[in-house]
């Protein structure tokens, strides 16, 4: 029997997922812009269809699974750019990203608590707002006073600064004290 992860264990596995999706989306996707907005297709595809996830396999595995077939209709909409890469390639790219991200899996988890503490309390409190209770960046910015296009640029630079800071510290150049 398989069990059902819930709303806040979607929010640990897609940070923890993030950065590996975004490396493999910005490697096949050339145009910087695109492949942010594949990322934030491929968290929103990961959010809808999440009840369908298995919690007894890798959940990058997954993501990376959905960022694929992201890329791919990308690609295929986008016929007459000479930058193409065959099916084939990009499940081996997915592959190969979500190996190695679960190779580096302990650390992460441990990185990503140690950033999210981290965070200014206003930020974390808008993280949590927005993916362990679920609302939506126009009610989150709402409820705080600001604008939905608003939130959803600073959950972006939180994320990105999260991203940074993951990295850093599997890395060892990062710490709190720095």
Not at 17 to 24: E, G, L, M, N, T
Not at 43 to 51: G, I, L, P, Q, S
Not at 95 to 113: D, F, K, T
């Amino acid at each position: 029997m398989h069990s059902k992860p819930d709303r806040r264990q979607l929010t640990l596995l897609w940070m923890k997922a993030q950065p590996a999706v975004s490396a493999y989306l910005h490697s096949v996707v050339f145009d910087h812009h695109h492949a942010e907005d594949l990322l934030q297709q491929t968290a929103m595809h990961c959010t809808d269809k999440f009840e369908q996830y298995d919690a007894d396999r890798s959940f990058t595995a997954w993501a990376l699974g959905m960022a694929r077939l992201n890329a791919l209709h990308y690609l295929r909409t986008r016929g007459r750019d000479r930058h193409r890469f065959s099916e084939d390639l990009l499940a081996s790219l997915a592959q190969a990203q979500a190996e190695v991200h679960e190779a580096e899996g302990p650390a992460m988890a441990e990185a990503l608590r140690a950033c999210l503490a981290d965070l200014p309390k206003h930020n974390r409190r808008m993280v949590e707002l927005r993916h362990l209770r679920g609302m939506s960046p126009t009610d989150l910015g709402q409820k705080i006073g600001k604008t939905g296009n608003s939130v959803a640029v600073t959950l972006h630079r939180i994320r990105k600064g999260l991203g940074k800071c993951i990295t850093q510290r599997i890395e060892g150049t990062g710490s709190a004290s720095e």
